[in-house]
């Protein structure tokens, strides 16, 4: 072992541990270290949500209110993805704490469980019941009561194969029908105080499959700064480092690919990354601002694209993954890109002291590869404000309606004057190697009256625009006609006379960040 030791609060007191390599998952340590096998292991990949915990942070500037219990920030994460360096300066709570929590009895969570006959043979449960906890601790802080489709919201990353859903769902109103139980967070908040530290954090352990050059154990380092010229150094020091922020992708190459990943720069703790801000007629998101919030941000500005944000993975993964990450990693099927280039978004890129800027459109070159040069690294993304005159909307299309890869995922801005359109942007994932633009559909439609007959001829031209493959998830007929129904689909609810309203073009109910309508233009 080499550097500081990974130092957190747990179980009511804090924890060091030391000698465990810097990719050992919280699972991993829950189970096998700390003896605490509440937590269970289901997928293994972020998916199935049995294995959710919660993480307490002391809030920062940027944090939504939502968040937040009496001066303490709770989410929901997947343990199985994060890597258990990530935990240092934080507290980490498990099933096994309600117990602590509740006292003697059984805490309401889950008493409504057991009285709603909420688990059969029980392995989700635990998962299940940490994201109905921190759902009962932010709602009870805040003095609200959640809906039951803001319940099930909540609880879009946990899946159950046995139970159904209905008496999950009546558990979750239930559990606010009981006395009410509040986690005591001053003790937390103290001890998280005393973790707090400036400077970079280094941990590193010896990597028991790799031999160093010269023989013996090679010495594998966590780094974690907590500024950006700190991070923008350590960057160039080490341009070999793989760079890591939510672990959402990243943590699938170690559990499931049991890929060697060397050393790792985390940008976690680095404040300026995590800042939401408006200046300069944009709407500012740095890279570690994590996908909850960001969307967050963007439907506060453009409820169109609120949908496509509740449906884009579940919250824990939500609470852990960054728009930085989701977009740096170039998936043709992310469904941050598309929205945010149909917003005309540019991404910030930092090499040392030097920042560039170019449009998101241009920043994918083919398939996982990207505009991004040695020693770079994501800053931030810049979208133009002047896009919220648009009308914006985005759909996205999946086998399983809620925490699902999608098939296809489009984004369209139009800019309609005297019924003309004057600008439009039309952004597809899932329909090429890289997230892109359909010029040859947006050439259809600039200059013409906004009418079907000019949506006919931009549908025409998709296939100018994409040759989509057959994959597991869609064929490529499918793609090609979906993305000409969603431009339908769009025009129906942008068209000057009679536009349907969007519960008239969606299956499923509306919804949007706060279960509000999504309808209202911004």
Known sequence: MSGQPIRFFHR?????????????????????HARCTGTKEGCNEGDCGACTVVIGELPERTDH???????????????????????????????????????????????????CHGSQC??????????????????????RRPDRQQIADGLSGNLCRCTGYRPILDAGERMFDLPSVQLDTAPVIAALQSLQQTGTFSYGAANRHGPAEGGGSR???????????????????????????GSTDIGLWVAKQFRDLGDIVYLGNVTELKQVETRDGELHIGAGVSLETAWRALAERWPGVAEVGLRFAGPPVRHAGTLGGNVANGSPIGDAAPVLMALDAQIELRRGDTVRRL???????????????PGEFVQGLAVPLAAS????????????????????????????????VRSVRLAYGGMAAVVKRAAAAEAALVGRSWSAEAVKAAQQALVQDFQPLSDLRA???????????LLQRFWLETRAVDPLPAQATRVWPIRSMDSASVDTPP
Request: aromatic content about 8%; proline content about 4%.
């Open 12 to 32: 009511g007191a804090i924890t060091e541990v030391s000698g465990v390599h810097p990719t050992l998952s919280v699972l991993d340590w829950l189970r096998d």
């Open 65 to 115: 209110p939502a968040g937040q219990v009496r001066g303490l920030s709770l989410r929901s994460v997947n343990a199985c993805l994060q890597f258990l360096p990530t935990l240092n300066g934080k507290a980490l709570f498990t099933v096994e704490d309600l117990k602590t929590v509740a006292g003697a009895a059984l805490h309401p969570v889950q008493q409504a469980m057991v009285e």
């Open 122 to 143: 029980g392995f989700c449960t635990p998962g299940i019941v940490m994201s109905l906890f921190a759902d009962y601790e932010q709602y009870r802080a805040a003095g």
């Open 219 to 245: 010495i594998d380092h966590f780094h974690a700064p907590t500024s950006l010229a700190d991070l923008a150094a350590l960057r160039l020091a080490n341009p070999a480092a793989r760079l890591l922020a």
């Open 359 to 373: 449009p998101l459109q241009f920043f994918y070159v083919d398939y996982m590869r990207n505009l991004m040069q």
């Open 389 to 420: 005159r648009r009308s914006v909307r985005a759909y996205k299309i999946s086998k399983r309606h809620d925490c699902d890869i999608s098939a296809l995922c489009a984004a369209f801005a139009i800019d309609v004057d005297g019924g003309m």
């Open 475 to 485: 064929s490529a007929d499918y793609r090609l006609q979906v993305a000409g129904n």
